[in-house]
Antibody, heavy 128, light 109 residues
Framework: QLQLQESGPGLVRPSETLSLTCTVS??????????WGWIRQPPGKGLEWIGT???????YYNPSLKSRVTISVDTSKNQFSLKLSSVTAADTAVYYC????????????????????WGQGTLVTVSS | SYELTQPPSVSVSPGQTARITCSGD??????AYWYQQKSGQAPVLVIY???KRPSGIPERFSGSSSGTVATLTISGAQVEDEADYYC????????????FGGGTKLTVL
């Protein structure tokens, strides 16, 4: 059974870098059959897509976060990670990792979407 | 920036049909996905690629898409279907940006 588990600090100081890791079990990232990504949800608010990565390190980011976000993959550990720099209170949220499905549209553009496997989520609070 | 628009709330009585819409300019070219999120839990995929239902999702959940509007239909809604529902799709540019709708609170009572 595929499982994803987020890990990382629950408290980050303003202006510092938020770092989270998602450990995948029950599937191999290096199989190349999926993309892997991050989604967040501020308390009481909706979902926000952050970005995705594949086994070879190809990344796609939300333009609104692109200047501060880095997603990386470590296939040897079957993990992928999120770094968000220069955080503020607005980055306080539950962060989810999820396996992503993908397809190519009629124009040949890649499209990915969170699939049926998500981590339980981890709350990250930005506060001094 | 690209947006997907959902009604903030929908309310039905048990056994009635609930319909939740999602509007977006790229939907004629891109698939829509639907997620159910109950309080304190991670979202669950209930519809993918406009109208496909993952294994384990009850048959009362169905999806459709026409033009710029995707619709999630729950036929014979149950009390346990009360939750927030989010649509998701990607923008029409080649840069691949994923976008969630603002979410719809479904009340079944």
């Amino acid at each position: 059974q595929l499982q994803l588990q987020e890990s990382g600090p629950g408290l980050v100081r303003p202006s510092e870098t938020l770092s989270l890791t998602c450990t995948v079990s029950g599937d191999s990232i290096s199989s190349g059959t999926s993309y892997w990504g991050w989604i967040r949800q501020p308390p009481g608010k909706g979902l926000e897509w952050i970005g995705t990565i594949n086994y070879s390190g190809s990344t796609y980011y939300n333009p609104s976060l692109k200047s501060r976000v880095t997603i990386s993959v470590d296939t040897s550990k079957n993990q992928f990670s999120l770094k968000l720099s220069s955080v503020t209170a607005a980055d306080t949220a539950v962060y989810y990792c999820a396996r992503h499905m993908y397809y190519y549209d009629s124009s040949g553009y890649l499209c990915t979407s969170p699939g049926g496997y998500w981590g339980q989520g981890t709350l990250v609070t930005v506060s001094s | 920036s690209y947006e997907l628009t959902q009604p903030p709330s929908v309310s039905v009585s048990p056994g009635q049909t609930a319909r939740i819409t999602c509007s977006g300019d790229s939907l004629p070219k891109k698939y829509a996905y639907w997620y159910q999120q109950k309080s304190g839990q991670a979202p669950v995929l209930v519809i993918y690629e406009d109208s496909k239902r993952p294994s384990g999702i009850p048959e009362r959940f169905s999806g459709s898409s026409s033009g710029t509007v995707a619709t999630l239909t729950i036929s014979g809604a149950q009390v346990e279907d009360e939750a927030d529902y989010y649509c998701y799709s990607t923008d029409s540019s080649g840069n691949h940006r994923g976008v969630f709708g603002g979410g719809t609170k479904l009340t079944v009572l």
